[in-house]
Structures are given as structure tokens and as C-alpha cells.
């Protein structure tokens, strides 16, 4: 069973960076539109940053220009590189994505989610 991937969260200080990775778990699938949420202790799942099929990338105000997606067709694995981290920025992360492979559209996958803690 294909899943979704996620891995780079960690800890840092404010000011700071740090760069997520979400993939498929098996070869031959891929990435199609995604999107990047959040969610902290005691408050609701929000998007912070999203991809469409065609390549267009949107961002919740919050990322405030700090963050940004890219994505690796080799790899099939998309990225959020954060920067300038804050410590609102602490929560854990996951992946939400549609993929393809095998002549197949997979939807609303999720990812276990990955912990990001910023904190001096």
C-alpha cells in the first residue's frame, strides 16, 4: 500500500531554518497536487502552503514569504523550505496529497506528520 512520507522536521531556534520532504513510499508514484498543513496544540489543522497540478504554488499569510515549496520530479518528492523560523511556527506538519502512478489518481492522502518545535 502507497503511502505518503514526510521527514526534516526537527528542533531549532528562532531564526532559523529547516526544509520538510514529503514523497510517495513506493516507486512509480508521484506527487500531483499537495498541500503542506500545520497543527499546534489546542488549535484547528490549518494549510500553510499549497501546489497544483499545474505547478502553481499558494501560501497561507503566515508563511509571510519565510516559506516556500519546490519539488524534485526525479525524486517525486516535494519540499518546504522555512526560514526564519518563529516560534508560532511550532507544530506538527504533515503532507496532504493526490497521486499518480500506474494509470491511477490516488486521493486525499496524508502523511503521519512530522514535529517542528522552534524554541530558544
Known amino acids: 500500500q502507497v503511502q505518503l512520507v514526510e521527514s526534516g522536521g526537527g528542533l531549532v531556534q528562532p531564526g532559523e531554518s529547516l526544509r520538510l520532504s514529503c514523497a510517495a513510499s513506493?516507486?512509480?508514484?508521484?506527487?500531483?497536487?499537495m498541500g503542506w498543513y500545520r497543527q499546534a496544540p489546542g488549535k484547528q489543522r490549518e494549510l500553510v502552503a499549497g501546489?497544483?497540478?499545474?505547478?502553481?504554488?499558494n501560501y497561507a499569510d503566515s508563511a509571510d514569504g519565510r516559506f516556500s515549496l519546490s519539488r524534485d520530479n526525479a525524486k517525486s518528492t516535494v519540499y518546504l523550505q522555512m526560514n526564519s523560523l518563529k516560534t508560532e511556527d511550532k507544530a506538527v506538519y504533515y503532507c496532504?496529497?493526490?497521486?499518480?502512478?500506474?494509470?491511477?489518481?490516488?486521493?486525499?492522502?496524508w502523511g503521519q506528520g512530522t514535529q517542528v518545535t522552534v524554541s530558544s
Open positions: 496532504n496529497a493526490d497521486l499518480l502512478g500506474y494509470g491511477l489518481r490516488l486521493m486525499d492522502y
Open positions: 513506493k516507486n512509480g508514484f508521484s506527487i500531483n497536487a
Open positions: 501546489l497544483t497540478s499545474g505547478g502553481r504554488t
